[in-house]
């Protein structure tokens, strides 16, 4: 199974187009401490040549490009002359992030887009999104703790971890941590191998540390590091958990949730422009590493 990290920035991805934040600044500034990241996204893959796409960025055109497993191989042609390996793609919440690059899929290529019926459903409400021809684009709901297999090789399972609805859904008081099918975590299974892909998540249970006890692999919410981050920033009022997304430092961060359960490899991904694990060299960078933690690039292969 390999894993290949297309874009390991949260929303507005790194730095953001508007962004003079601390860590935004260095980037505008030339320092070489940070580099560029595009939004959240992976690909994944048991058998080499068909791809399972987990969440749709809108950075999905660059990221192609720059990535050459995602490149169209004559092996993959269908007689239509299109020919991309990203054979399925599913989709782990509806925010702007995950779904914006389903736009960018549009041009009559078949494949098979999966999500909970919750998730589907806000993609069918908006019309833009009908420019994915039913010909050849199939939208399959898919069940929590249910397996199925999107691509050759490649078992998926989804399951739900705290979350909320998408950010533009955001309708008076809003529920932050509730377990239902607008926020999921995926396991992916192959040859024995295990990895979990969970971008966003408010919370960690005693029933998910379970789940992925002992795992090959973790890729994991690293959206900010303190939960009063993007306020300390001056960029927001909203602390991390309002956003859905648990902080990677302090009691019950993530540092702490997932510490000594015995997890192969673990990395951050969906990491905001205002988190200072971004900074090469950073006291924040050294304390994830040292707990052994990976911060991970875009462009970067994990294999379980
Ligand atoms: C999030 O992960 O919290 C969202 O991507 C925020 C947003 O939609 O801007
Ligand atoms: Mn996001
Ligand atoms: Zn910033």
Same mark, same amino acid.
């Given at each position: 199974?390999?894993?290949?990290?297309?874009?390991?920035?949260?929303?507005?991805g790194?730095?953001?187009?508007n962004?003079?934040?601390?860590?935004?600044?260095?980037?505008?500034?030339?320092?070489?401490?940070?580099?560029?990241r595009?939004?959240?996204s992976?690909?994944?893959?048991?058998?080499?040549?068909?791809?399972l796409?987990?969440?749709?960025?809108?950075?999905l055109?660059?990221?192609?490009?720059?990535?050459?497993?995602?490149?169209p191989?004559?092996?993959?042609?269908?007689g239509?002359?299109?020919?991309?390996?990203?054979s399925?793609?599913?989709?782990?919440?509806?925010?702007?992030d995950h !779904?914006a690059?389903? @736009?960018?899929?549009?041009?009559?290529?078949? %494949?098979?887009?999966? +999500?909970t =019926?919750? &998730?589907? *459903?806000?993609?069918?409400?908006?019309?833009?999104?009908?420019?994915?021809?039913?010909?050849?684009?199939?939208?399959q709901?898919v069940?929590?703790?249910?397996?199925?297999?999107?691509?050759?090789?490649?078992?998926v399972?989804?399951?739900?971890?705290?979350?909320?609805?998408?950010?533009?859904?955001?309708?008076?008081e809003?529920?932050?941590?509730?377990?239902g099918?607008?926020? !999921?975590?995926?396991r @992916?299974?192959?040859?024995?191998r295990?990895? %979990?892909?969970?971008? +966003?998540? =408010?919370? &960690?249970? *005693?029933?998910?540390?379970?789940?992925?006890?002992?795992?090959?692999?973790l890729?994991?919410d690293?959206?900010?590091?303190?939960?009063?981050?993007?306020?300390?920033?001056?960029?927001?009022?909203?602390?991390?958990?309002?956003?859905?997304?648990i902080?990677i430092?302090?009691?019950?961060g993530?540092?702490?949730?997932?510490?000594?359960?015995?997890?192969?490899?673990?990395?951050?991904?969906?990491?905001?422009?205002?988190?200072?694990?971004?900074?090469?060299?950073?006291?924040?960078r050294? =304390?994830?590493?040292?707990?052994?933690?990976?911060?991970?690039r875009?462009?970067?292969?994990?294999?379980?």
């Amino acid at each position: 199974m390999r894993l290949f990290v297309l874009g390991s920035a949260a929303g507005g991805g790194f730095p953001q187009w508007n962004c003079l934040c601390r860590v935004c600044r260095l980037y505008w500034e030339g320092d070489e401490r940070v580099e560029a990241r595009s939004q959240s996204s992976i690909a994944v893959t048991a058998d080499g040549q068909h791809w399972l796409l987990l969440n749709a960025s809108p950075d999905l055109r660059q990221q192609i490009l720059n990535s050459p497993p995602m490149m169209p191989t004559a092996c993959d042609a269908d007689g239509s002359g299109r020919a991309s390996p990203i054979s399925a793609v599913l989709v782990t919440n509806g925010d702007v992030d995950h !779904v914006a690059g389903l @736009l960018t899929l549009r041009e009559k290529q078949d %494949f098979s887009l999966y +999500g909970t =019926a919750g &998730v589907l *459903d806000v993609i069918a409400q908006n019309d833009v999104f009908a420019v994915l021809d039913p010909a050849h684009v199939s939208r399959q709901p898919v069940e929590l703790n249910r397996a199925f297999t999107p691509v050759p090789g490649l078992e998926v399972e989804i399951f739900s971890v705290p979350g909320k609805v998408p950010l533009y859904l955001e309708r008076g008081e809003v529920d932050v941590g509730e377990e239902g099918e607008m926020t !999921v975590g995926v396991r @992916l299974s192959a040859h024995g191998r295990t990895a %979990f892909y969970i971008p +966003g998540c =408010a919370r &960690v249970s *005693d029933a998910l540390r379970d789940r992925v006890r002992g795992a090959d692999a973790l890729l994991f919410d690293g959206t900010v590091f303190e939960d009063e981050e993007m306020k300390n920033a001056g960029v927001g009022v909203k602390t991390g958990r309002r956003m859905g997304h648990i902080p990677i430092s302090g009691s019950g961060g993530s540092i702490d949730a997932f510490d000594d359960l015995g997890i192969g490899a673990r990395a951050y991904i969906h990491i905001n422009n205002t988190n200072p694990i971004l900074i090469r060299g950073s006291q924040e960078r050294d =304390a994830v590493e040292a707990a052994g933690w990976t911060v991970t690039r875009d462009g970067m292969e994990i294999v379980p």
